[in-house]
């Protein structure tokens, strides 16, 4: 089957995906992701047959216990965690192909056990499998983790068989580019590229993926994007959440690493790219790689007002007060993390030159909403009296990923009456209304797409590196800094005025969501 004609943009899912024999071993079993999203991603899978009938899942964590233990943390994690609820006749398949190994990640020794686990697995089989070994624990232990895999002789290099493993390593994938080029030497040391599989799970969200379709399905938005129709992009990825139970990570990572750095950079990435050549991952991460690379550095200068960084202060969130961020758990009074970034940034290629693409994350805002806004140049004003044309508003297209997922474009509409008098109007595609909201989480297209070796919604190691080049020297200058040019937001705010400030300077406002 040719890559593109199995690809999910073109053909969606199909049955029969996936039927290879595989072996999925999940590293940080214990851990909230394998919880809340993985193994509720395979049971989905299992609902909707899109996993092979030889399936095997592992868990493999520090701490000791056994299979029977792991399989009801497991029955556990589906009935809260999982969209669907559980049925126990599918679940009952996979239950009994499920077995837990425990051992340290930087153990030779027990991944060798492992790899004999594995090995048993396949002999009962009596055919060769595929290995996905999902990474999922904290960053510090994914070099030893990939380095054992080689070690114990796991990373069978990738060759045109049916056996041979395969990598999904977790974000945050480096804290910085040093450690992201560190990071993609030693799993290219091991493994080759098409044999890994580095996740942002905003990839694997379907509105995402709809951003493609929007685009190259439909032939009226080419022709205007470019820097002669689009007056400045935005885009918004806000969350009302706090840091909760994460200050210990949070501390070392901050908006800029958590949020930025990744998935609001995919998002640009996809808004902005050249058409690819073909559908495939190499074209599509191609073309990101292009774009991310003709972005201009960000000037570190500490009196640049293209980029604000701030933290949030008490306030309220939904009616209820809610702690400043130097006051939440696990976070110093001191503490020099941001939880919003905002970035101005210039594209330097043929399409964009000139063009504003705005960037803002934060936590604790007024609402949790991701979104992408395109606003057009302002309509000549020529044909209305001085009043309506000065309230004439730019055409804008918004694709909102999350939520109320779906897109909008903004119109100038007549009121009726005898006078012309205008109003901005919008028309509305709601993605619920039409296809019903059951939609598969990000995770079930990811791990089914590692499992059938589609990279196209994963990073590849030039890309990751690429956004690293733009993002390490702000944190570089941050550090010297301190906590000088720090701003501060309202917990319950669209962010610090600083960031208003930034639009303003181009005559350019940013849009509430
Ligand atoms: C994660 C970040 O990658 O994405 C979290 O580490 C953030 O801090 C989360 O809350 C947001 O994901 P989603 O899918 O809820 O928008």
Redesign the pocket.
Known sequence: MSEESRHPFLKGLSKHRGAQPTIITIFGASGDLCARKLVPAIYNLAVDNLLPADFYLIGYGRKPIPDEEFREVCTEAISKFSRRKLDKDIWKRIEEHTYYCSGGYDELAAFEKLKAKIDSIEKDLGRAAQSVCYVSTPPSVFEPIIKNLGACGLATKYQETDKHTKVVVE?PFGKDLASAQNLNRVIQGVFQERQVYRID??LG?ETVQDLLVQRFANSIFEPLWNRQYVENVQIT?A?S?G?GT?GGY?EQ?GATR??IQ??TMQLLALMAMEPPSSLNAESIRDEKVKLLKAIEPLNTDYANPDVIRAQYDEGLVDGLKVPGYRQEQGVSTESETETYCALRLNINNWRWQGVPFYLRSG?RMSR?V?EIAIQFKRPPSTLFSKNESLSLASNTLVYQI?PDEGSTVLLNAKIPGLQTRTQPVKMHFKYSTTFGSNTPE?YERLVLDAMIGDGTLFIRGDETEASWNLITPLHEFWASEGRRGMEAYTSGSWGPRAADRMLWANNDEWRRP
Request: no cysteine; net charge positive.
């Open positions: 974000k799970h905003y969200k990825v969350e959440l840091v994460r949070y990572s958590d949020m990744n998935h936590k949790r991701t999350q990000a």
